[in-house]
């Protein structure tokens, strides 16, 4: 996702929980950063400003400089994809718990923390590997002749991203209003009670290995209620 696209759209590992808004994801996917149209919009716009910053800083045509900004994007963005979806299995879920039930201000600032966090790595990865591309593309001497060029282009870029993010970004319902936080998917099978007169009452999941499902229970009046459980709570029933 690397580059300028910045904006690629999902909500990674919570997407089941509950309803999720579009992610803007700086090329590497930048999550908790609300940002429609996502990378069908964006990219263009963003090949064409750093391309026009990169003909500023670097001379040559046009049209070649447009070519050289969009393979440096799309090799960043390919980059940015694949760490993305090397590390987050590791650090998601607790990245998410930390999000959704963190002591450490409001949910608003822990969502910019972890955005702010993201931006910095991927628009590092982002920076180097374009510098790196454009470089062997001009056949330069050495790559220290695009270091500062790719990194005013990527910071112009990046603006844009966290420009549209703010503006677009819309306030959260508060969670407590609507998620049970003293159950989860670790600890919601210890509270459903088998019955024999309701056997669907169980924490249902698509595969074993997932740490999330449905927790299906009985009710007073005979019914049955289903909530849906994560690492961070399940939804109230109540």
Same mark, same amino acid.
């Given at each position: 996702?690397?580059?300028?696209?910045? &904006?690629?759209?999902?909500?990674?590992? *919570?997407?089941?929980?509950?309803?999720?808004?579009?992610?803007?994801?700086?090329?590497?996917? =930048?999550?908790?950063?609300?940002?429609?149209?996502?990378?069908? +919009?964006?990219?263009?716009?963003? =090949?064409?400003?750093?391309?026009?910053?990169?003909?500023?800083?670097?001379?040559? #045509?046009?049209?070649?400089?447009?070519?050289?900004?969009?393979?440096? /994007? +799309?090799?960043?963005?390919?980059?940015?994809?694949?760490?993305?979806?090397?590390?987050?299995? %590791?650090?998601? !879920?607790?990245?998410?718990?930390?999000? +959704?039930?963190?002591?450490?201000? *409001?949910?608003? $600032?822990?969502?910019?923390?972890?955005?702010?966090?993201? $931006?910095?790595? %991927?628009?590092?990865?982002?920076?180097?590997?374009?510098?790196? $591309?454009?470089?062997?593309?001009? #056949?330069?001497?050495?790559?220290?002749?695009?270091?500062?060029?790719? @990194?005013?282009?990527?910071?112009? &870029?990046?603006?844009? %991203?966290?420009?549209?993010?703010?503006?677009? *970004?819309?306030?959260?319902?508060?969670?407590? %209003?609507?998620? !049970?936080?003293?159950?989860?998917?670790? /600890?919601?099978?210890? *509270?459903?009670?088998?019955? #024999?007169?309701?056997?669907?009452?169980?924490?249902?999941?698509?595969?074993?290995? !997932? /740490?999330?499902?449905?927790?299906?229970?009985?009710?007073?009046?005979?019914?049955?209620?289903? @909530?849906?459980?994560?690492?961070?709570?399940?939804?109230?029933?109540?």
């Amino acid at each position: 996702m690397m580059k300028n696209s910045r &904006s690629k759209i999902r909500f990674w590992w *919570s997407i089941p929980f509950v309803c999720i808004p579009h992610i803007a994801h700086a090329d590497a996917m =930048i999550p908790y950063m609300v940002v429609p149209w996502g990378q069908v +919009f964006l990219l263009p716009i963003v =090949i064409l400003i750093e391309a026009a910053i990169l003909q500023r800083l670097l001379g040559g #045509k046009f049209r070649t400089i447009i070519f050289q900004s969009s393979l440096a /994007n +799309f090799a960043s963005t390919v980059l940015g994809a694949a760490l993305y979806l090397a590390t987050m299995p %590791l650090v998601g !879920d607790r990245l998410f718990e930390w999000w +959704f039930k963190g002591d450490f201000s *409001s949910e608003a $600032v822990r969502s910019a923390c972890i955005s702010v966090v993201f $931006v910095i790595f %991927l628009w590092t990865i982002s920076w180097l590997s374009e510098a790196f $591309v454009i470089a062997r593309m001009r #056949k330069v001497g050495s790559i220290r002749q695009i270091l500062f060029p790719s @990194a005013i282009a990527n910071l112009a &870029s990046y603006a844009i %991203l966290l420009t549209l993010a703010l503006w677009f *970004s819309k306030p959260h319902t508060p969670i407590d %209003l609507k998620i !049970d936080l003293k159950r989860n998917s670790a /600890n919601i099978e210890a *509270s459903l009670k088998p019955d #024999k007169k309701f056997p669907y009452i169980g924490f249902w999941k698509t595969n074993c290995t !997932d /740490n999330y499902g449905l927790a299906i229970e009985s009710t007073t009046d005979g019914k049955y209620t289903v @909530a849906f459980c994560g690492p961070g709570g399940c939804d109230k029933t109540d």
